[in-house]
């Protein structure tokens, strides 16, 4: 008889941190290993309607063989999230911040409100 796989922990998501000139954001992260962990993350969060219809899903983590970014066309957002991330020592988590465009440019705005739902994930993490 084979072990039984160990349960993936629920990622925790945090909706409605910010809401500027009609587009919202969520940040939700999870413990995160490397690549394949975060590959998974990522699927596994747009496997929601709500967050597949997302604009953007920027996120960051740092693993075993360094800093990990991706934009998705969210440009210069992974690099704060990660910056964030190295001044909390945070390492081994996935952070996502999630961004449904409103309508109208935000200019260097939405780099604030992604530093903000990034804040408000590390304080939920205690």
Not at 11 to 21: F, G, H, K, L, S
Not at 74 to 98: D, F, K, N, P, Y
Request: glycine share 12%; with cysteine; hydrophobic share 35%.
């Amino acid at each position: 008889m084979s072990a039984p796989k160990p349960s993936k922990p629920e990622p925790r998501i945090i909706e409605n941190v910010a809401v500027d000139r009609g587009s919202r954001y969520a940040v939700s992260g999870a413990p995160c290993t490397g690549e394949a962990d975060a590959k998974a993350f990522i699927k596994a969060l747009t496997r929601k309607k709500k967050f597949a219809k997302a604009t953007h899903n920027t996120f960051a983590y740092i693993g075993a063989d360094g800093p990990v970014k991706n934009d998705d066309g969210e440009s210069g957002a992974g690099m704060v999230i990660l910056r964030m991330l190295e001044r909390a020592g945070l390492e081994g988590h996935i952070v996502c911040v999630t961004r449904w465009y409103g309508g109208k440019h935000l200019g260097g705005d939405r780099f604030r409100h992604v530093q903000d739902a990034v804040r408000v994930y590390l304080d939920a993490l205690g």
